[in-house]
């Protein structure tokens, strides 16, 4: 197995020569992550957040791992048997503080990771199935995500399990009997927290085989870069090893120091604090919250209030919640600009960090109670989110004019300068 | 023609949004809990911050409060007495508290099978006051006095806000009565403006100085008791807050010389390479 431009692996002791020759696999991580894989010579710190996506997905599967050892899925025991991991089991408060904080930190590399796509352009051709791929993740995320939220079973796992799972009968006719057969019940209880618990243990297995596709698709064209200009030769590279393992070395040194602050010293600012009160239907809490990692997403769901166009509001708010995501499979038709590169698009340069400001103050409105100001201010926002990408982006895609793009990417980087000497040790670069 | 499409789907979203944006809005009336409720207050333990550590004195000073005061109507089903070595009482104490508790452990006669109970050993959870949840409600005017195993984090500002409403009791004032005449606390409730909807069916538990007498002969001032038993119920809900810290510090400074080696190991390698 090869991708169409990396260099040949040739093994040289005889023991990789009979490996190879049996089973390709050092040829793959040679072509995939090793100095086989030329890779854009430019790229800048915010290409490390895929390398940590993947991190935060492996902490979350070995935690979890360990922690469903000790974790019941009652809903009588469920409670309790995270408190006794908090209490009794030999680091199990560490297992745990880091399995929950670890969903926050995957969310904020992937969001940045998301962003930083949208900026340079990486969702446009030839890296469409990249992309695709990638809100596939997503997706798979905030699921996994939410079933997940639901184990511990306290007050906010109850009550947003009950939010959550009650878009279903929303839908016209089928909805209640939908609700009732996806719930295993007439409300979240055993019957749900069992199947959530099932689910969640499987997805995360389901988002690394994505994610082998996702890596296996961006290995066809190769990465995109922060100019958007394809790779016109090998002064444009250097093979990821050992340049870009080395700086994801680094990344994930800080990624891990700011892990570490919030899960040694601030393990509960993130979480709810009625969380740590067990779930009880007959009591509920004066706000219903969801995760900070899907506030805009609930206030989207929330800003549709009237009935409209023949459809209930609350159908409105489902479909409209769902569609701000599934709208991400369409946008790499429906921004149709040639240059990739915010850098070298003004109007779109201008939208995107309009966008990113929209996103923010969609999330501050999640995270309110649904009272005056902040639902006008949802409805707005929401509004804006919609017509970000359907309708502002394809406008711009066809009325700006964007900047000159540099010839190559190696002549943005030098400038007409000589190129110096590989340092000893490492090798010449090509 | 895909443009068009997405102009059509996207002028839907945005039209019902607008057009809910532009509907007039219900007047909310100002209530006297939104305006009346106050933030807890400031206070410093010991255990705030990074190096935070537990005071034991306080804590075992904060137990004798939850023993004597507390414990008569909430339980904290989640604390064994073993649980009290880290406060430091020694296998002994705890043992003698243990046997010692006002309610006895639910058990069975071994001889006759028939419930009956027994004294407790260190082994056991914190016997609680009420055999169920109708018993602690009717015995407390239908209010259900929460468990206190993980209040210090199941309240927004955690065990600040314990102090500030153990000691926030007061009147209520007359500039409340005067705006909001509908809103007088009603009779077998108290005025506490710490709590959410400013009514609390808890009596004020801490009341004169010297309600409890303290072994290690600290004076027990309401102050001193209210910011004690905030302390004790912290580590009740977060015993493992030490090692915690500790761990915290030991990790941070490894990740720093091993994130600055990999800065080095990473400009080292692209010494050469323009980018």
């Keep these: ?430 | 023609m895909r443009v068009l499409i997405s102009w059509i789907v996207g002028l839907g979203f945005v039209s019902a949004l607008l057009v809910a944006f532009f509907m007039p809005r219900e007047k909310v009336e100002p209530t006297a809990a939104v305006e009346f409720h106050k933030e807890a207050k400031e206070v410093h333990f010991s255990f705030d911050g990074p190096f935070g550590k537990y005071d034991r004195q306080q804590l075992q000073r904060g137990f004798q409060v939850y023993q004597e005061v507390c414990s008569a109507c909430h339980s904290m089903k989640l604390v064994a007495f073993r649980d009290l070595e880290e406060i430091g009482f020694s296998k002994p104490e705890v043992k003698a508290l243990a046997s010692q508790w006002k309610t006895e452990v639910p058990a069975i006669n071994p001889d006759t099978g028939e419930a009956t109970t027994r004294k407790a050993i260190p082994s056991d959870y914190f016997p609680a006051p009420y055999a169920n949840e109708t018993a602690a409600r009717a015995a407390n005017n239908n209010a259900l006095p929460p468990d206190m195993s993980l209040l210090a984090k199941a309240r927004e500002g955690g065990p600040h806000y314990i102090y500030s409403l153990i000691t926030g009791y007061q009147d209520q004032p007359a500039e409340l009565l005067k705006k909001f005449p509908d809103a007088k606390t009603p009779t077998g409730l108290h005025y506490n403006p710490y709590f959410a909807n400013l009514n609390i069916a808890m009596p004020p538990p801490l009341v004169a100085d010297g309600q409890v007498t303290y072994a290690d002969g600290t004076p027990a001032t309401v102050d001193q008791m209210s910011k004690d038993v905030s302390a004790f119920l912290m580590w009740a809900a977060e015993p493992k807050l030490e090692n915690r810290h500790r761990w915290g510090i030991a990790v941070l400074i490894y990740l720093l010389i091993a994130t600055g080696l990999a800065y080095g190991a990473y400009r080292n390698i692209w010494r050469d390479k323009k980018h």
């Design chain 1, 1 to 430: 197995m090869s991708f169409p431009w990396a260099e040949n692996y040739e093994p040289k002791h005889p023991l990789t020569k009979w490996i190879d020759a049996k089973l390709p696999l050092p040829r793959l991580v040679y072509n995939a992550v090793g100095a086989g894989y030329p890779v854009p010579r430019n790229l800048n710190y915010f290409w490390n957040f895929g390398v940590l996506a993947g991190l935060a997905l492996t902490f979350q599967i070995v935690t979890g791992i360990v922690l469903a050892m000790h974790y019941a899925s009652t809903a009588d025991g469920a409670f309790a048997s995270v408190e006794s991991i908090m209490r009794d089991v030999n680091g199990g408060w560490f297992l745990r503080y880091m399995h929950m904080n670890g969903a926050s930190m995957f969310f904020i590399v992937v969001y940045i990771h998301i962003f930083r796509g949208l900026f340079y352009g990486s969702y446009k051709a030839p890296r469409e199935m990249v992309w695709l791929l990638g809100v596939v993740i997503f997706l798979l995320m905030m699921a996994t995500a939410f079933m997940g939220y639901v184990l511990p079973w306290g007050q906010m796992s109850f009550w947003g399990a009950q939010v959550i799972t009650g878009f279903f009968s929303a839908i016209p006719i089928v909805g209640d009997p939908i609700h009732t057969w996806l719930l295993g019940g007439f409300a979240p209880d055993n019957a749900a927290l069992n199947r959530f618990f099932s689910l969640h243990y499987l997805l995360p297995f389901v988002i690394a085989g994505v994610i082998v596709l996702h890596i296996w698709a961006l290995h066809i064209p190769g990465s995109n870069n922060p100019t958007g200009v394809d790779v016109k030769g090998p002064q444009d590279t250097v093979p990821f090893h050992p340049y870009y393992t080395a700086k994801d070395g680094f990344g994930v040194g800080v990624f891990l120091v700011v892990f570490s602050i919030l899960l040694f010293f601030y393990p509960n600012t993130l979480g709810h604090p009625d969380n740590y009160i067990q779930a009880n239907p007959l009591s509920t809490p004066a706000h219903i919250v969801p995760e900070w990692y899907f506030w805009p997403f609930y206030a989207i769901l929330r800003a549709f209030t009237v009935n409209w166009l023949w459809i209930p509001a609350k159908l409105w708010g489902v479909i409209a919640m769902f569609s701000s995501i599934l709208l991400l499979f369409f946008l790499p038709w429906l921004d149709n600009s040639p240059v990739r590169s915010a850098n070298y698009r003004p109007a779109y340069r201008i939208a995107f960090w309009v966008l990113v400001l929209d996103v923010l103050v969609l999330g501050w409105i999640g995270k309110s109670p649904a009272e005056e100001p902040y639902v006008r201010i949802g409805q707005f926002a929401a509004a804006y989110y919609f017509a970000h990408f359907l309708l502002i982006v394809p406008i711009i895609a066809i009325v700006e004019k964007t900047k000159p793009l540099p010839n190559s990417i190696s002549e943005s980087v030098l400038h007409g300068e000589a190129e110096e000497a590989a340092p000893i040790g490492v090798g010449s670069a090509h």
